[in-house]
């Protein structure tokens, strides 16, 4: 097995001895090939919106590209009803294991391979930790070989038929791809995206060996953050371009309250044009008069059908009924999403007539404030401290108002899920909440990260639930406004098309 990356430098992207490259079945050769490569996919697994974003854009994309989607083999992947046939190998480097890939053609045509590694993914729980929500110690090896795969298969070196164009990689655990691939000086270009920049996946300087890195890595300019080794600033120092996931962010991030540490090298990238801001849309899945996940499917006309999923879940979640609005989170339970604030403004809200309804999970801190909330009122707040779809998707279409006060959010799709299943969202005016939702419209934001600015939105909420037809008028806004994929994907495509033009003429550092 080498032990470093220079040991396996490679001369050209595509070596020209593999075999000849096929598009997938039935699409014309002029589509580019994408690889896009993540930790999550909510066909199989997720722990928030990089699952949806992940099982949703590329199937967005696949009219106008061959796209393909690269995650690791955890067994919720490999023991689903897809059958899996292994169609590639790719060798261990350093303290990387060796691999097998995996091919998935799922029913709606989409490929995905899966890295095949049972040491590193064969495992119980999230794709990042145990049940008890603790990490995997070798989270950072577990991500190198996932990132070190996508370089491996952008060189051809993987036995597959098949060989992208271009790196679509996503968050920390796919960031390392780009680095991978600048030392070894593979010309492919490569696309970060940054769902989340507070969670950047360090590890210490010494892991530079095991992860077979050259010495480099551990310069300022290429990995090194505060005497670690960050996965996300390797992506951000050496991918092609990084897009994040909605326009203020974007500019957010530049800046030191949102930008992590990371704010000077965002904004030298924004100033070169090489950082931009793309909103997500959502999937068909989230249409109100065809989910099948709902006790009665509703459109905007026909909002009866509200009632009974507000009726399902009040009787769940043993709410008794009330002259108040329903109001609901659906969230990891994390300091981003601002849930000691839902905490600190619960007993007003009750006090003026609210109920409460949570599902998520979290940090074990907010799960047991939560669950002595709903202790305190029995009958008025109720709390499942877990995930599951089908209730998410019910909640949604049950409540009033959902929740979404968050300190930051790079994007949100919850308040664009909520918004099409007629819940108003009472947000903060932060990142993609700023750019989706229209206060007073199809929903309420306010400013300040504080109890009471937070609860003058709530009051407002409680105001306009007093006349049921302004509060229609705003459901019946709010259900046609989010973004579909279709239209949120065009920029990808634009920005796919870009970066290939200039490919041959880019000097990658
Ligand atoms: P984030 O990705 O920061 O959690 P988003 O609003 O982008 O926020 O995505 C939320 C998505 O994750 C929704 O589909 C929501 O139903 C789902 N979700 C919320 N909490 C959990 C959880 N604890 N586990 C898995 N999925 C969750
Ligand atoms: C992250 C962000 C969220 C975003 C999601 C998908 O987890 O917290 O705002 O919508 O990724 O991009």
Redesign the pocket.
């Known amino acids: 097995m080498p032990d470093q990356l220079a040991d396996v430098r490679l001369e050209e992207p595509c070596p020209s001895n593999l075999p000849p490259i096929f598009p997938a079945e039935g699409m014309p050769k002029r589509h580019k090939r994408i690889l896009f490569v993540t930790s999550e996919f ?1 066909d199989f697994v ?8 992940s099982a949703a854009l590329p199937r967005a994309l696949l009219a106008e590209h061959d796209i393909r989607v690269l995650l690791p083999g955890y067994p919720q992947v490999l023991q689903s009803a897809v059958a899996c046939k292994v169609v590639g190998h790719l060798p261990g480097m350093a303290a990387l294991p060796a691999c097998d890939i995996g091919e998935l053609r799922l029913a709606d045509g989409l490929v995905v391979y899966a890295l095949i590694c049972p040491e590193l993914y064969d495992r119980h729980g999230t794709p990042y930790g145990d049940d008890q929500g603790q990490e995997w110690p070798d989270n950072h090896i577990r991500f190198a070989r996932l990132s070190l795969a996508a370089a491996d298969i952008a060189a051809g070196r993987s036995e597959l038929s098949w060989c992208p164009d271009l790196l679509h990689v996503n968050d920390w655990p796919a960031a390392l791809a780009p680095a991978y691939m600048a030392w070894r000086e593979q010309a492919t270009p490569s696309v970060l995206t940054i ?2 920049l507070g969670y950047q996946g360090s590890c210490p300087l010494g892991c530079c060996a095991e992860l077979g890195l050259p010495d480099t890595a551990g310069l300022p300019e290429s990995m090194e953050f505060y005497g670690k080794l960050s996965f996300l600033k390797a992506g951000i120092s050496h991918a092609s371009h990084i897009t994040t996931v909605s326009e203020t962010y974007a500019r957010e991030i530049t800046g030191e309250k949102f930008g992590c540490g990371m704010h000077g090298v965002l904004t030298q990238r924004r100033r070169r044009g090489q950082l931009s801001g793309i909103t ?1 849309g959502i999937d068909g899945s989230w249409t109100p008069n065809l989910d099948p996940h709902l006790v009665e499917r509703f459109d905007a006309t026909h909002l009866a059908g509200k009632r009974r999923n507000a009726e399902h879940v009040e009787r769940q979640f043993g709410l008794l009924p009330g002259r108040g609005p329903l109001f609901a989170v ?4 994390v300091h ?2 601002g849930i000691d604030l839902t905490l600190a403004i619960a007993d007003e809200m009750i006090a003026a007539g609210g109920r409460l309804v949570v ?4 940090e074990p801190e907010l799960e047991q404030a939560m669950k002595r909330l709903a202790e305190n009122y029995p009958g008025r707040v109720g709390v499942h401290i ?2 599951d ?1 089908t209730e ?1 998707r019910r909640i949604f279409a049950a409540s009033d108002f959902l929740l ?1 006060p968050s300190r930051y ?7 664009m ?1 909520a918004q099409r299943f007629g819940s108003l969202p009472i947000a903060r005016h932060t990142g993609g909440l700023a750019d989706t939702i229209v206060d007073g419209v199809t929903g309420l934001l306010f400013r300040d990260e504080t109890p009471e600015s937070y609860f003058d939105a709530i009051s407002r909420a409680l105001n306009i639930y007093r006349y049921p037809d302004l509060l229609d008028a705003m459901r019946r806004k709010a259900m046609k406004s989010p973004l579909r994929w279709e239209d949120a994907a065009r920029p990808y495509t634009s920005l796919y098309q870009r970066l290939l033009q200039q490919a041959p003429a880019r000097a990658f550092r």
């Open positions: 909510t997720k722990a928030g919106g990089l699952g949806d974003v769902h989340n997500h659906v969230s990891r339970l981003q999403k599902i998520g999970r979290g877990g995930f779809e998410a979404m959010e790079p994007c949100g799709l919850s308040q899920y």
